[in-house]
């Protein structure tokens, strides 16, 4: 639970994922802390280790040591990327939130032009790894087609959802919450309610140290939450109008049977037990899709695309 929305001294917010990246922490806080020391604004680095095995939590402290604007959260296990940048996410004070990766495949000189863009009115900046150093298969192939995916679905076309390194407005941010691998599709949906999306080009650098954390199993993960994300939009107005064709279905052939079964009774073939319980049953049925679309409807009211929905306006 947030306790305080904004920390009237800080500025910038830069939030890290860590798993298992030793080698990588103390030279990334390295380049990371003269570029936003030049930004002339006050910032924080928050450091998620996601349950790491190796020395990354001893890294992170002895930087914490140097850097007093270093902060460290630690998880009990390995929860993920996306939970990871939520935690950080949640404990940020700044105006403006960076999320970029802890295994120096991101640039920390990128993030001037980011918080520009922010600076500019824009709510979200998205980093477009262009020139990618990253495997074909594995990865640029797959991650093109859920690029294109994304956009077909959602109606909203960015160019790489999956690079961590973007820029928030903290408003925006903080008022979605974030679940399984929904990260990437933050630009699509807020940019669906009404958010200044944009996208800048950015370096990106082949992994120096550790292995990349994800397989092509990735894909299924990404396939399966950009069917949640469907179904999200297609019924997010309205689940009701959905279950409820479904209802009135199963209602009116339960009418049917119980009528079918009070005419075998008038007709002298004596009551179908067997007609009126089927028509009970679908009766019953049809009640039980619409509490299911009554819930749904209270599930979407109250849930993340809900809150999303509350950054469509700008209330100065
Ligand atoms: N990461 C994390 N938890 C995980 C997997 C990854 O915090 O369960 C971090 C990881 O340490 C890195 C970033 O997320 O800083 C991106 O991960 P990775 O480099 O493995 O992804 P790739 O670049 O291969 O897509
Ligand atoms: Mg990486």
């Given at each position: 639970?947030?306790?305080?929305?904004f920390?009237?001294?800080?500025?910038?917010?830069?939030?890290?994922?860590?798993?298992?990246?030793?080698?990588?922490?103390?030279?990334?806080i390295?380049k990371?802390?003269?570029?936003?020391?030049?930004?002339g604004?006050r910032?924080?680095?928050?450091?998620?280790?996601?349950?790491?095995?190796?020395?990354?939590v001893?890294?992170?402290?002895?930087?914490?040591?140097?850097?007093?604007?270093?902060?460290?959260?630690?998880?009990?296990?390995?929860?993920?990327?996306?939970?990871?940048?939520?935690?950080?996410?949640?404990?940020?004070?700044?105006?403006?939130?960076?999320?970029?990766?802890?295994?120096?495949?991101?640039?920390?000189?990128?993030?001037?032009?980011?918080?520009?863009?922010?600076?500019?009115?824009?709510d979200?900046?998205?980093?477009?790894?262009?020139?990618?150093?990253?495997?074909?298969i594995?990865?640029?192939?797959?991650?093109?087609?859920?690029?294109?995916?994304?956009?077909?679905?959602?109606?909203?076309?960015?160019?790489?959802?999956?690079?961590?390194?973007?820029?928030?407005?903290?408003?925006?941010?903080?008022?979605?919450?974030?679940?399984?691998?929904?990260?990437?599709?933050?630009?699509?949906?807020?940019?669906?309610?009404?958010?200044?999306?944009?996208?800048?080009?950015?370096?990106?650098?082949?992994?120096?140290?550790?292995?990349?954390?994800?397989?092509?199993?990735?894909?299924?993960?990404?396939?399966?939450?950009?069917?949640?994300?469907?179904?999200?939009?297609?019924?997010?107005?309205?689940?009701?109008?959905f279950?409820?064709?479904?209802?009135?279905?199963?209602?009116?052939?339960?009418?049917?049977?119980?009528?079918?079964?009070f005419?075998?009774?008038?007709s002298?073939?004596?009551?179908?037990?067997?007609?009126?319980?089927?028509?009970?049953?679908?009766?019953?049925?049809?009640?039980?899709?619409?509490?299911?679309g009554?819930?749904?409807?209270?599930?979407?009211?109250?849930?993340?695309?809900?809150?999303?929905?509350?950054?469509?306006?700008?209330?100065?």
């Amino acid at each position: 639970m947030r306790t305080e929305l904004f920390h009237p001294e800080i500025e910038l917010s830069v939030v890290v994922p860590f798993y298992n990246e030793e080698e990588s922490v103390t030279p990334l806080i390295e380049k990371l802390y003269p570029v936003l020391e030049q930004t002339g604004s006050r910032f924080e680095i928050i450091a998620v280790d996601d349950g790491s095995q190796d020395e990354t939590v001893p890294r992170l402290c002895l930087a914490k040591q140097r850097f007093p604007e270093v902060r460290v959260i630690k998880f009990r296990k390995n929860f993920g990327q996306t939970q990871a940048m939520q935690a950080g996410i949640d404990h940020a004070k700044g105006k403006i939130i960076i999320t970029m990766d802890g295994d120096l495949q991101n640039d920390p000189t990128d993030i001037p032009l980011f918080i520009e863009k922010i600076q500019a009115g824009y709510d979200i900046v998205c980093g477009w790894r262009h020139k990618r150093k990253d495997k074909l298969i594995s990865r640029k192939i797959p991650s093109r087609i859920a690029n294109w995916l994304i956009g077909k679905i959602t109606g909203v076309s960015i160019k790489d959802n999956g690079c961590s390194l973007k820029a928030y407005s903290a408003k925006v941010i903080q008022s979605v919450s974030l679940y399984s691998d929904m990260h990437r599709f933050i630009p699509a949906m807020a940019s669906l309610a009404g958010t200044d999306v944009t996208e800048i080009k950015v370096k990106h650098h082949a992994r120096q140290f550790g292995v990349s954390k994800y397989g092509i199993s990735r894909t299924y993960k990404v396939l399966v939450d950009l069917m949640t994300i469907k179904m999200i939009l297609s019924f997010s107005s309205h689940p009701l109008l959905f279950f409820g064709f479904s209802t009135l279905f199963f209602m009116v052939l339960g009418g049917m049977f119980f009528i079918a079964a009070f005419s075998s009774y008038f007709s002298q073939q004596g009551f179908d037990f067997m007609m009126a319980s089927s028509g009970v049953l679908f009766y019953v049925l049809g009640l039980f899709l619409l509490s299911i679309g009554i819930l749904s409807e209270l599930v979407i009211k109250t849930g993340s695309f809900r809150s999303l929905s509350s950054v469509k306006m700008r209330v100065e």
